[in-house]
């Protein structure tokens, strides 16, 4: 619970435009979502957090703890303390563990506008559901993945290539690329190729599915 009011308007109430599925999962917005806590959003490579913080936050008001599996940002000072009362805690903005690994050299956070932006490098190339473990999840088939993807490097968009064919393929009840790959159903990459040509797989795919 944040005690102050809270500078940034549009974070006041996150859940606001929330949309979902019929399945009950959020409809991402910027590849993310929101909580009643927070809004975020997210690239293959990186996911933003933006946390509404009380008006007039400033950096030393705010301790900020990233680690590979979990986040902490609570603020320096409490609400005021009442009469006979012990020193009241630090609001906790944030706290929890991270749905995925991130790397925490290449992790940031700032102020900017109102919010604290958190700037988290995934470690595995991934569309998150979630942040924290626990918090509601997004559908990641509606994740708009194509919009920039020439402007990734050629590892990347054949990261974003294996996890579309991958989320196909269990929609479908199909085996995925690994599952296919450990069967040994086509040739081993040859060596620097990172990723699996989404042709070869689905060419595979049929062939297994004819037979």
């Given at each position: 619970?944040?005690?102050?009011?809270?500078?940034?308007?549009?974070?006041?109430?996150?859940?606001?435009?929330?949309?979902?599925?019929?399945?009950?999962?959020?409809?991402?917005?910027?590849?993310?979502?929101?909580?009643?806590?927070?809004?975020?959003?997210?690239?293959?490579?990186?996911?933003?957090?933006?946390?509404?913080?009380?008006?007039?936050?400033?950096?030393?008001?705010?301790?900020?703890?990233?680690?590979?599996?979990?986040?902490?940002?609570?603020?320096?000072?409490?609400?005021?303390?009442?009469?006979?009362?012990?020193?009241?805690?630090?609001?906790?903005?944030?706290?929890?563990?991270?749905?995925?690994?991130?790397?925490?050299?290449?992790?940031?956070?700032?102020?900017?506008?109102?919010?604290?932006?958190?700037?988290?490098?995934?470690?595995?190339?991934?569309?998150?559901?979630?942040?924290?473990?626990?918090?509601?999840?997004?559908?990641?088939?509606?994740?708009?993945?194509?919009?920039?993807?020439?402007?990734?490097?050629?590892?990347?968009?054949?990261?974003?290539?294996?996890?579309?064919?991958?989320?196909?393929?269990?929609?479908?009840?199909?085996p995925t690329s690994d599952e296919i790959l450990g069967k040994k159903l086509i040739p081993p990459l040859p060596p620097g190729v990172e990723y699996i040509d989404?042709?070869?797989?689905?060419?595979?795919?049929?062939?297994?599915?004819?037979?």
């Open positions: 619970t944040v005690f102050f009011k809270k500078k940034n308007k549009e974070l006041e109430d996150p859940m606001a435009d929330v949309r979902y599925t019929e399945e009950g999962k959020q409809k991402p917005v910027g590849n993310g979502g929101s909580t009643n806590r927070y809004r975020w959003t997210q690239t293959i490579n990186e996911t933003s957090v933006i946390i509404g913080v009380p008006e007039g936050t400033r950096g030393k008001d705010l301790d900020v703890i990233i680690k590979a599996s979990s986040l902490s940002v609570r603020l320096t000072k409490g609400p005021p303390k009442k009469e006979n009362e012990d020193e009241a805690p630090s609001p906790i903005l944030l706290e929890g563990d991270l749905v995925e690994k991130i790397r925490t050299d290449e992790s940031t956070w700032s102020l900017e506008g109102g919010a604290l932006v958190l700037t988290l490098d995934k470690v595995k190339k991934t569309w998150w559901e979630t942040v924290l473990i626990g918090d509601e999840k997004i559908d990641t088939t509606l994740v708009d993945s194509t919009r920039k993807i020439g402007e990734y490097d050629d590892a990347t968009q054949g990261a974003i290539r294996k996890i579309l064919f991958d989320q196909r393929q269990e929609r479908l009840g199909l989404k042709e070869t797989l689905d060419a595979n795919t049929s062939k297994k599915n004819d037979s």
